[in-house]
């Protein structure tokens, strides 16, 4: 019997829909630069080496500390929006007078249908989904396992009241129960108002899939909030390109950005940002403070150290002066927050 992770089946009526998008080419969403998603047969002998060698340091040598959860800071009213970072792209919001979350991924592993199971860094990470409030709005980036979780969404089932996807997540959703009718899709550059607060999906160079039948058939990419007091921006999951410039030109400048950093690997260099890229991404967007995501939930690359995207993260923005902010896990923050390297001790323990 297929797995239930595997999502929603395509169909002929889905694929009309597909079909209507301007980046819809030859059966699948496409890159609006050319890019390598697939690796080369010749390179699979030394990638499953190098995976199951892995690096040295790839995993935190024990369960990485979540902070309880802090509800009446989080719904203190403020003018400035609030945020809590669950470890990878997990993120909750709250901001004029919403809760949002965005790629919320708190299943415990990233591989749930692979041969080699993906642990998460944390413990009890859907105990966490427990304790926030219910959310009014959830956004999805796209439908790779670790931004779209199935036992995460049936979590949320019942308790989320609106739901913007990527174009193409929505089939899953609607086969796992969410009531089609709270469910929109979103290609790039699609916008909707959502109680006060402006909504845009952005473009990023990346792909999708949860098998080999699925590959491309969901669209990728970022989004945008401005509320009447902030400009937000989540980049989503991808690679280096000119289209950061084109978002900052079109959205920005951003007060906060959220950006890709980490999983990180010269055999996919072109679908994941390396440090300097993501601080140099920030930097094109117009973000005046970034944030390194997309690290300390799993280990997705052999390539480098768990903490590593945060270290050169921190040292990047240093030389370009760019503001960043490095919260913990569960942490409450609001964008001027201080910043402390709450790896280290972790590290070196």
């Given at each position: 019997?297929?797995?239930?992770?595997?999502?929603?089946?395509?169909?002929?009526?889905?694929?009309?829909?597909?079909?209507?998008?301007p980046h819809w080419k030859d059966g699948v969403f496409q890159n609006l630069v050319e890019t390598k998603t697939a690796i080369n047969?010749?390179?699979?002998?030394?990638?499953?080496?190098k995976q199951i060698k892995g690096h040295k340091e790839g995993m935190p040598k024990a369960a990485l500390p979540v902070a309880p959860f802090d509800r009446e800071r989080f719904l203190q009213p403020s003018d400035k929006a609030k945020f809590i970072w669950y470890g990878h792209s997990?993120?909750?919001?709250?901001?004029?007078?919403?809760?949002?979350?965005?790629?919320?991924?708190?299943g415990d592993d990233a591989s749930p249908v692979g041969p080699v199971r993906t642990r998460r860094f944390s413990k009890h990470p859907m105990r966490m989904l427990d304790h926030l409030p219910d959310p009014d709005l959830v956004l999805i980036t796209h439908d790779h396992y670790d931004h779209l979780d199935y036992k995460s969404i049936l979590h949320l089932?019942?308790?989320?009241?609106?739901?913007?996807?990527?174009?193409?997540?929505?089939?899953?959703?609607?086969?796992?129960g969410i009531e089609p009718s709270t469910i929109e899709e979103?290609?790039?550059?699609?916008?909707?108002?959502f109680k006060g607060i402006t909504i845009t999906f952005?473009?990023?160079?990346?792909?999708?899939?949860?098998?080999?039948?699925?590959?491309?058939?969901?669209?990728?990419?970022?989004?945008a909030l401005k509320s009447p007091t902030e400009n937000i921006w989540f980049s989503g999951d991808g690679g280096y390109a000119d289209h950061f410039k084109e978002i900052g030109k079109r959205l920005g400048p951003f007060d906060?950005?959220?950006?890709?950093?980490?999983?990180?690997?010269?055999?996919?260099?072109?679908?994941?940002?390396?440090?300097?890229?993501?601080?140099?991404?920030?930097?094109?967007?117009?973000?005046?403070?970034?944030?390194?995501?997309h690290w300390a939930g799993f280990n997705l690359s052999y390539f480098h150290a768990w903490y590593e995207p945060a270290e050169k993260f921190v040292q990047h923005a240093e030389t370009h002066s760019l503001g960043y902010i490095t919260p913990g896990l569960g942490e409450v923050f609001e964008v001027e927050g201080k910043s402390a390297k709450w790896w280290i001790p972790i590290m070196n323990a």
């Open positions: 019997m297929p797995s239930k992770h595997f999502g929603g089946k395509i169909t002929e009526s889905w694929l009309a829909r597909y079909r209507q998008s047969w010749r390179q699979i002998p030394g990638i499953l080496y997990a993120m909750a919001m709250w901001i004029h007078g919403q809760t949002i979350l965005i790629d919320p991924m708190f089932k019942g308790k989320a009241k609106q739901w913007y996807v990527a174009l193409g997540v929505k089939r899953h959703l609607v086969s796992w979103f290609d790039w550059w699609d916008e909707r108002t952005t473009p990023t160079r990346h792909f999708s899939g949860r098998g080999l039948t699925s590959m491309a058939k969901c669209i990728w990419g970022g989004w906060f950005g959220m950006m890709e950093c980490g999983q990180y690997n010269t055999d996919w260099a072109q679908i994941h940002m390396f440090p300097d890229e993501a601080v140099k991404a920030a930097l094109d967007a117009g973000v005046r403070v970034a944030m390194p995501v």
